[in-house]
């Protein structure tokens, strides 16, 4: 039986490969095929691009991802104040063709009030590691070169930059919809929250606003 492996981040430069096909009949099979020493700790694994545990068989075509842990630089939380430069230059790849950005601001108006400013708080430790496996996801969706994504907190005011994405891919196609995808997924994922400060009052907001 022939699967298709594929590698991302630094388990490809560790390998020295991206893609191989191997012959496994299960999940729990593939990282001792490998033959690439211990396994990292918080390794996820995709079969056809959906997360799998280690018991489940595999099928002739079928193909696994392999998806590291990612350390914090590129997935942050922070009360400094945001740098699109920055968060692009987490993603910069010489394979990459296409990088994608989004930057979501304070706006004024918000639920038909006036908005003076916003104040985040997070979760930040299991913010961080949510945004890694988010991006791992994407990555396992996506024919992607890296992610980036960094969140403010604290207090911010009208026009300033709460989040930043950036995405790199070979095409920008895949770019451009796992940036969509990645700030759809934030919203709903991501133990962030926001207090809007209005004229005349203030709400704490939940994730998805």
């Given at each position: 039986?022939?699967?298709?492996?594929?590698?991302?981040?630094?388990?490809?430069?560790r390998a020295g490969w991206?893609?191989?096909?191997?012959?496994?009949?299960?999940?729990?099979?593939?990282?001792?095929?490998?033959?690439?020493?211990?396994?990292?700790?918080?390794?996820?694994?995709?079969?056809?691009?959906?997360?799998?545990?280690?018991?489940?068989?595999?099928?002739?075509?079928?193909?696994?991802?392999?998806?590291?842990?990612?350390?914090?630089?590129?997935?942050r939380v922070t009360e400094?104040?945001?740098?699109?430069?920055?968060?692009?230059?987490?993603?910069?790849?010489?394979?990459?063709?296409?990088?994608?950005?989004?930057?979501?601001?304070?706006?004024?108006?918000?639920?038909?009030?006036?908005?003076?400013?916003?104040?985040?708080?997070?979760?930040?430790?299991?913010?961080?590691?949510?945004m890694a496996r988010l991006?791992?996801?994407?990555?396992?969706?996506?024919?992607?070169?890296?992610?980036?994504?960094?969140?403010?907190?604290?207090?911010?005011?009208?026009?300033?930059?709460?989040?930043?994405?950036?995405?790199?891919?070979?095409?920008?196609?895949?770019?451009?919809?796992?940036?969509?995808?990645?700030?759809?997924?934030?919203?709903?994922?991501?133990?962030?929250?926001?207090?809007?400060?209005?004229?005349?009052?203030?709400?704490?907001?939940?994730?998805?606003?």
């Amino acid at each position: 039986m022939t699967v298709v492996v594929r590698l991302f981040a630094g388990l490809r430069e560790r390998a020295g490969w991206s893609q191989r096909d191997l012959d496994v009949a299960s999940v729990a099979e593939v990282w001792p095929a490998l033959e690439l020493g211990d396994e990292p700790e918080g390794l996820l694994y995709a079969v056809n691009r959906e997360y799998a545990d280690r018991g489940q068989e595999l099928h002739d075509g079928d193909e696994v991802a392999l998806i590291p842990p990612v350390p914090g630089g590129a997935f942050r939380v922070t009360e400094a104040p945001l740098s699109l430069e920055a968060v692009a230059a987490e993603v910069a790849d010489e394979r990459a063709g296409a990088v994608a950005t989004f930057t979501g601001t304070v706006r004024r108006q918000s639920r038909g009030r006036e908005v003076t400013h916003l104040e985040y708080e997070a979760y930040a430790e299991m913010a961080e590691d949510v945004m890694a496996r988010l991006a791992g996801d994407l990555e396992a969706r996506y024919d992607l070169c890296s992610i980036a994504i960094h969140h403010r907190v604290g207090r911010l005011e009208v026009g300033e930059a709460s989040v930043l994405i950036a995405v790199s891919a070979p095409h920008r196609q895949d770019a451009l919809a796992a940036c969509k995808d990645a700030i759809d997924r934030l919203k709903e994922t991501v133990p962030l929250w926001k207090k809007e400060v209005y004229e005349g009052g203030e709400e704490w907001v939940g994730r998805g606003s």
